[in-house]
C-alpha cells in the first residue's frame, strides 16, 4: 500500500500537469525495483511479488513545468491480469519491463503491447525497457532484438539497471518527454483537446521541483 507521504503527495494539487503512468511487464523482472530506485533511489535483492497493484508520487520539473506523476506498480502474475488491466485506461505512458536474462519474459512483450493497444488509449506512450544489465553475463536476450522489438512496436527503447541505478531517470525522463510532445502536437494542430489533455489536469499553479534519484 502506498505510505503517508504517498497518500499527501497524490493529495497535493501544486502542478501543472499530472500524468498517470504504469510499469508493467512479467514477474520477478524488477518492475517494484525499478519504481523505488526511480522515486526513493533506494534497492533492495529481496523479491517480494507485488499484490494486485501499488502507486507512488513522484513531482519532477520538465520543460519550465511542475509534474506530478503518479507511477503505478502491476502485478505480473497471470491470476491479477484482470485488476491490472483495469488500471489502463486513463494511463498516459507505460514502463513495458522485460528482464534481459529472461527470453520468457522477453517474449511477452507482444502479449503485454496487445493489452496496452486493447485497454488504454491510442495515444498511450509506452517506453520498452530491458532491465538488469548488471547481469550482463547471464544475457540471453541480445541488445538487438530488443531494439528490433520496440522498433516494430513504435516504442522507445532503453536497457537499464535499477541495481546499479543505469538509465533509470533517463527511461522516466524520456517517457515523459514523448508524452508532453504529444500534447503539444495536438495544441499545435488546433484539434479538440485529446483525453491526455483533460486527464493531465492542466493548472495554472506555481511552479517548483521536488528533487529523487539522480542517477
Known amino acids: 500500500m502506498a505510505s503517508a507521504?504517498?497518500?499527501?503527495?497524490?493529495?497535493?494539487?501544486?502542478?501543472d500537469y499530472m500524468f498517470k503512468l504504469l510499469i508493467i511487464g512479467?514477474?520477478?523482472?524488477?518492475?517494484?525495483?525499478?519504481?523505488?530506485?526511480?522515486?526513493d533511489d533506494s534497492f533492495t535483492s529481496a523479491f517480494?511479488?507485488?499484490?494486485?497493484?501499488?502507486?507512488?508520487?513522484?513531482?519532477i520539473y520538465r520543460n519550465d513545468k511542475r509534474i506530478k506523476l503518479q507511477i503505478w506498480d502491476t502485478a505480473g502474475q497471470e491470476r491479477y491480469r484482470t485488476i491490472t488491466t483495469a488500471y489502463y485506461r486513463g494511463?498516459?505512458?507505460?514502463?513495458?519491463?522485460?528482464?534481459?536474462?529472461?527470453?520468457?519474459?522477453f517474449v511477452a512483450v507482444q502479449d503485454?503491447?496487445?493489452q496496452i493497444k486493447t485497454y488504454s488509449w491510442d495515444n498511450a506512450q509506452v517506453v520498452l525497457v530491458g532491465n538488469k544489465l548488471d547481469l550482463e553475463e547471464d544475457r540471453q536476450v541480445p541488445t538487438e532484438d530488443g531494439q528490433r522489438l520496440a522498433t516494430e512496436l513504435g516504442f522507445e527503447f532503453f536497457e537499464?539497471?535499477?541495481?546499479?541505478?543505469?538509465?533509470?531517470?533517463?527511461?522516466f525522463d524520456?517517457?515523459?518527454d514523448v508524452i508532453c510532445d504529444k500534447m503539444n502536437d495536438g495544441v499545435s494542430s488546433d484539434a479538440s483537446p485529446s483525453p491526455n489533455h483533460k486527464e493531465a489536469g492542466l493548472k495554472d499553479t506555481p511552479r517548483g521541483?521536488?528533487?529523487?534519484?539522480?542517477?
Open 174 to 176: 524520456k517517457l515523459v
Open 112 to 114: 503485454w503491447g496487445t
Open 209 to 215: 521541483i521536488q528533487g529523487g534519484c539522480t542517477c
Open 26 to 39: 512479467n514477474s520477478s523482472v524488477g518492475k517494484t525495483s525499478f519504481l523505488f530506485r526511480y522515486t
Open 48 to 59: 517480494v511479488s507485488t499484490v494486485g497493484i501499488d502507486f507512488k508520487v513522484k513531482t
Open 91 to 105: 494511463a498516459m505512458g507505460f514502463l513495458l519491463v522485460y528482464d534481459i536474462t529472461s527470453q520468457d519474459s
Open 5 to 15: 507521504r504517498e497518500e499527501r503527495d497524490a493529495a497535493d494539487q501544486n502542478f
Open 160 to 171: 537499464a539497471s535499477a541495481k546499479e541505478c543505469i538509465n533509470v531517470k533517463q527511461v
